[in-house]
């Protein structure tokens, strides 16, 4: 029943992902069409508008999985009222989730014993309840936490582990963008004592020779306030830049200066036993830690300048080095906004000079630059064998560059001139330089109307 194709991996979620509110048409599992979504039934199906247990949410779909897809599935288990991919509003491109609707609960039941886990498109399917009632989901109420598991553990092997403890509305195992297992996954039990059960009985267990925790999950606001505590009263130090030379003690020494320390270590060498130049000392008191942090970053220790800070765990530098790349990405970004233009249909002979020479009438010229391929072995090595005295040589011109103006009237004005101009004998394009978010944006938007138009073409073809 199902149709193998190279898996798509699903992004990365902190906890369970659960179906969307039914507070709108778009997330109404019972809505026919709309526009997050279409749906296909049954030519002599009516309108499923019993009990709601008979709709299931289906989610962990690859992109290209269709409603017809779909239909040929679930189809096997019963007469299905209606079946609904939720697409963007926009693009109408698959947010991988579904909601399929049966004529009567028992249907839904064998669908979901029967299906879960199924392979759609080389993707195991994870199938559920349709939970209309959002403050159920909100609750968090029976959800559980599992980390340290092996990475064989998929969703299935999961569910058969912890469906003893009672009945599971939902279950998952995190991916990376491979579809690699991250090691840990959630498990939503349908009452509170469930999920109790199961942390008692398998917490500290050996899973795969691999030992578990499994805990109550916390929301992701509750575990950053209780980060926030831990990065407030830190007692943990971590430095580097630590001069080769020194010893364990005098290490020791010098952060004992400031207050008792639970334990001081210097990272070594596991083979030459030398000293990688960084360690760390942890405190009893935060107060002695955070003293040490000030006093000693930046200070001078054996001809070396120390960095002294709170250790972090590998995660939150990672989480901070991608904030600090972000806020760099937009600084530059709004500094060069309305003066940084783009040309294209840029003849081959134009290089840097020749482009500059062309827009420097309308202002002061920052930077010119024409884009090209990067250059063949064979040419780099010729440029070598010629050193400093011989030509430089080019990769070919993409037929497009940049040039910025160090203002927005200046790029305005060789906007306005310079566009349709014939240069060469081909006529340039100008126009202000955007970001790829920004263009990709006003491309959706532009086919928007298309898209509708489309849609309405499928529902003349018998598909809503």
């Not at 407030?232 to 003690?249: G, H, L, M, P, S």
């Not at 250059?375 to 430089?392: S, T, V």
């Not at 532009?446 to 309405?456: A, G, Y």
Request: hydrophobic content about 30%; proline content about 4%; some cysteine.
């Amino acid at each position: 029943m199902s149709t193998e194709a190279s898996p798509t991996s699903p992004p990365p979620q902190e906890q369970i992902e659960q179906p969307p509110s039914s507070s709108s048409p778009a997330n109404d599992p019972a809505s026919d069409s709309d526009a997050n979504g279409s749906s296909v039934a049954t030519p002599t199906a009516t309108p499923h508008t019993g009990h709601s247990s008979a709709s299931l949410y289906v989610g962990e779909l690859d992109p290209s999985v269709t409603e017809a897809m779909l239909f040929e599935l679930f189809s096997t288990i019963g007469s299905v009222a209606s079946i609904r991919v939720c697409r963007d509003a926009v693009t109408r491109r698959s947010l991988g989730y579904s909601y399929v609707n049966y004529n009567n609960t028992a249907d839904g039941e064998r669908a979901l014993e029967e299906l879960n886990y199924t392979l759609i498109k080389g993707r195991p399917c994870r199938i559920m309840w349709s939970q209309r009632d959002p403050a159920l989901r909100k609750t968090g109420q029976g959800n559980v936490f599992i980390k340290n598991l092996d990475t064989a553990i998929d969703n299935k092997a999961l569910h058969d582990t912890f469906a003893a403890f009672g009945n599971i509305l939902s279950c998952k195992v995190a991916q990376d963008e491979f579809s690699n297992s991250r090691g840990y996954g959630f498990v939503h039990y349908e009452t509170a004592e469930a999920a109790n059960n199961a942390i008692k009985h398998v917490n500290g267990m050996l899973l795969n020779e691999k030992k578990v925790f499994v805990g109550h999950h916390i929301p992701k606001k509750d575990r950053q306030s209780k980060f926030d505590e831990m990065k407030a009263n830190f007692t943990n130090v971590y430095i580097k830049n630590v001069d080769a030379e020194c010893t364990d003690q005098e290490f020791r020494d010098l952060f004992e200066a400031f207050g008792p320390i639970t334990s001081a270590s210097l990272a070594r060498d596991p083979e030459s036993g030398g000293s990688r130049g960084f360690g760390f000392v942890n405190y009893h008191e935060h107060k002695d830690a955070y003293d040490a942090v000030e006093k000693l970053h930046e200070s001078d220790f054996k001809g070396q300048t120390l960095y002294v800070s709170r250790a972090q765990k590998k995660h939150e530098r990672e989480e901070e080095l991608r904030k600090q790349y972000e806020a760099a990405r937009v600084e530059k970004a709004s500094k060069y906004q309305g003066v940084n233009l783009y040309i294209k249909n840029l003849d081959d002979d134009i290089d840097d000079e020749r482009l500059r020479l062309e827009f420097i009438s309308y202002g002061t010229i920052t930077s010119a630059k024409v884009m090209r391929d990067e250059l063949a072995r064979e040419d780099i090595e010729a440029e070598e064998k010629e050193g400093e005295g011989g030509k430089k040589r080019l990769g070919k011109s993409k037929g497009f560059g940049f040039v910025c103006f160090s203002s927005p009237e200046e790029a305005s004005k060789a906007v306005t001139e310079m566009n349709q101009r014939m240069v060469n004998g081909k006529p340039l394009y100008v126009a202000l330089a955007q970001r790829k978010d920004v263009r990709k944006s006003q491309v959706c938007c532009e086919l928007f109307p298309l898209s509708r138009v489309l849609s309405d073409r499928e529902t003349d073809s018998g598909i809503a």
